[in-house]
């Protein structure tokens, strides 16, 4: 039961952003997690700089993010949602694998592209992966790799508890063209980082 004063819990989020299928990767946190670790890495000239440049910044930092989700069906079954009932958590960890998946349709496609004798066939480009966290935390990153640990099991053997260990890469503007929606993002990120530490400097003041 929620009391009327209770603040509203905003939830994080990863979203692949999918023009074919825009709804097919959105996992959002059941529980957020209560740690993240955030890592910065400068891209700076470097010690081999000229004289006069040690201190230019070739572009944003480099930055990786690890957190631990959980994710338990304990209250879907509770309230005997059938779909959780049928298939545990399978859903919900599908949605998240799918995000380092090529679509079987481009798959194919490229598969029949060889098969006639093309020259040149690009990679399959996966989704647009987006994570929220907060309003003032909306990033373009990409899913390096994460681990699941599956604790529970119904008695289909579907996974009903599951531990998710996720690393993702931020993505900035110099990894995406100017008409990329992820330049937009990232660079809307940063305005709003800007914006923070001045509003720190006033606060400091």
């Known amino acids: 039961m929620n009391f009327p004063q209770s603040p509203r819990l905003i939830k994080g989020a990863l979203v692949g952003v999918d023009i074919a299928n825009p709804m097919a990767s959105v996992v959002v946190f059941q529980y957020n997690p209560a740690t993240m670790t955030r890592r910065l ?10 004289p ?5 910044l070739s572009g944003p930092p480099k930055e990786t993010i690890t957190l631990s989700v959980e994710i338990d069906a304990a209250d879907q079954l509770e309230k005997a949602d059938s779909l959780t009932v049928s298939m ?10 799918m995000m380092l998946y090529p679509k079987t349709a481009m798959v194919v496609a ?6 006639a004798g093309s020259i040149e066939i690009l990679p399959v480009e996966g989704p647009l992966v987006l994570f929220s966290w ?25 996974p009903i508890q599951a531990k998710v260990e996720l ?39």
Do not use: C, W
Not at 88 to 97: D, H, I, K, N, R
């Open 88 to 97: 545990g958590l399978y859903p919900t960890l599908s949605a998240l694998e």
């Open 110 to 115: 490229n598969s029949v592209l060889a098969l």
């Open 52 to 56: 006069g440049e040690t201190t230019r």
């Open 134 to 158: 907060g309003a003032n935390r909306v990033l373009p990153v990409r899913l390096t790799s994460f681990s699941i640990t599956e604790e529970a099991y119904d008695t289909a053997l579907n």
């Open 167 to 205: 690393s993702l890469q931020v993505l900035s503007y110099q990894d995406f063209s100017m008409l990329h929606p992820g330049f937009g993002l990232f660079m809307a990120h940063q305005v709003m980082k800007e914006v923070m530490g001045s509003l720190n400097v006033a606060i400091s003041a």
């Open 41 to 50: 890495e400068a891209r700076s000239a470097g010690d081999d700089a000229d």
